[in-house]
């Protein structure tokens, strides 16, 4: 972070804020309660988002490191539980919730947040978050769902990855949207930015 700080970057912290993985140092926090079905990647599961008094401690602990560690801003992952099979009933309304808490979480502790995919839910947000971090955008044509964003000079960051520049980075840049092609598994092996 420090090293990026001195290139004059700034640096953001991603974190999962949607689902457990076993693989994290605090796993062992989340009783089997408030976890659900896979979300298809190894050792994540979803969370029930709903339930406030368990997950609110162990994601400010977890936005108390980003700070810590010096990030300028979180990348909240996985915070569209309510549009996936979770396997909790949640609603869109229970999303916007917990999203809206998570965006008051981090600025409480002096960073910028973004909001991580979830375009839908844009209208209710975007007053909560500094900007967006899509995945996609262009494949599943939602990049116009974060022109909120947009409209008040706030940056929409874009991560494609399987389509080639040439098929999206005109359009991205037409927007203003900083679109880049990454591998999927975010190696570094592919960094192709539009600018």
Same mark, same amino acid.
């Given at each position: ?22 693989? !994290? ?18 050792? /994540?599961?979803?969370?029930?988002? !709903? ?10 602990? !977890? *936005?108390?490191?980003? +700070? ?7 990348? &909240?992952?996985?915070? $569209? ?7 909790? &009933? ?8 917990? $999203? ?28 909560? *978050? ?5 995945? /996609?955008?262009?494949?599943? +044509?939602?990049?116009?769902? *974060? $022109? ?32 880049? !092609? ?14």
């Amino acid at each position: 972070v420090s090293t990026l700080h001195g290139q004059g970057k700034h640096v953001i912290c991603y974190i999962d804020v949607g689902t457990s993985e076993n693989y !994290r140092p605090d796993f062992a926090s989340f009783p089997a309660s408030v976890e659900g079905s896979s979300n298809g990647w190894p050792g /994540e599961q979803w969370l029930d988002i !709903r339930n406030l008094s368990v997950l609110e401690p162990i994601m400010t602990a !977890r *936005f108390q490191m980003c +700070k810590q560690k010096g990030f300028d801003a979180v990348e &909240p992952d996985n915070m $569209d539980g309510y549009e996936n099979g979770t396997g909790f &009933p949640i609603t869109a309304a229970q999303q916007v919730t917990y $999203d809206t808490w998570v965006a008051g979480e981090v600025h409480a502790l002096g960073m910028a947040v973004f909001q991580k995919n979830d375009g839908e839910q844009t209208p209710e947000l975007a007053s909560h *978050f500094d900007g967006a971090i899509t995945e /996609e955008c262009n494949v599943y +044509k939602e990049c116009v769902s *974060f $022109d909120p964003y947009l409209a008040k000079g706030e940056p929409v960051l874009n991560a494609e990855y399987s389509l080639s520049t040439s098929a999206f980075c005109a359009a991205d840049n037409a927007a203003g949207i900083m679109g880049a !092609r990454f591998d999927l598994n975010l190696t570094g092996a592919t960094f192709e930015p539009c600018w």
